[in-house]
């Protein structure tokens, strides 16, 4: 189990070396989602396809499970669909080949959806964030709402990883277009957490502030629910 610092693969730290141990771990203090990315398959590596399906088997009766990473096809996405995890994030994808997230919704449905929007400077980043559009953030998610995508992960590529807070306005601004919106990317204490849950936005995915024991998923569980 890996974590990266802005999405760059060189700034990599290691904090676990058997993710499936780890998500047991998770669902014992009390998570009720999991979100993986799988970095290999996101900078064209191969992928952990075997790993994510032990995942599934030892907690996804226990545990919703949201994927991510590098699903850049309708193959793949379909083939990621059918480790019945409960939600698959793509990104790319909705700015490369704009085409398929309709045929997503249509074929596994809304609830099982997301679109990853990854801003830098407030434009798009693709490609496991290796690349930057010129297209805006705000334009892509109003196209998104308007097919029908009822889930947006947020993640300032700036933050990601920094523990320097989420961009919590930036999250609500794409709420109001009309889809729930799940920040990401910098959280660093309770307080983000309660900034988050003040807003109003769908959730919040903490990765490192877990890892580094800023504070137990326990607490921060409490805080969201407040």
């Known amino acids: 189990m890996v974590r990266l610092s802005q999405g760059e693969p060189d700034r990599e730290t290691a ?5 499936a141990a780890l998500a047991e771990r998770f669902v014992m203090e009390g998570a009720r989602w999991l979100h993986i990315v799988d970095l290999d398959r996101a900078f ?12 599934v088997t030892r907690v996804g009766s226990q545990v919703q499970i949201q994927l991510s990473g590098g699903l850049r096809s309708l193959e793949e996405i379909r083939g990621v669909l059918g480790l019945e995890v409960a939600r698959i ?12 997230v309709p045929i997503l919704l249509r074929e596994a449905g809304a609830h099982r959806i997301a679109v ?9 980043a693709i490609r496991g964030w290796a690349e930057t559009t010129e297209q805006r953030v705000s334009e892509l998610a109003m196209r998104l709402v308007r097919e029908g995508v009822r889930t947006i ?18 999250a609500v601004e794409l709420q109001r277009l009309g889809a729930g919106v799940i920040a990401s990317g910098g959280v660093a204490s309770l307080a983000d957490i309660e900034a988050v849950a003040l807003a109003g ?5 903490v ?13 921060a569980l409490e805080v969201a629910s407040r």
């Open 15 to 19: 904090y676990a070396s058997d993710p």
């Open 44 to 55: 064209d590596q191969g992928d952990n396809r075997q790993v994510v399906s032990r995942i």
């Open 89 to 100: 994030v793509v990104g790319t994808v909705a700015v490369t080949a704009p085409d398929l």
């Open 116 to 124: 990853g929007i990854d801003a830098r400077q407030g434009k798009v």
């Open 153 to 170: 992960i947020y993640t300032d590529v700036s933050r990601d990883g920094m523990l320097t807070g989420p961009d919590v306005a930036g």
């Open 201 to 205: 936005l769908a959730g919040v995915i």
């Open 207 to 219: 990765g490192r502030a877990l890892y580094e024991r800023r504070f137990t998923l326990g607490e």
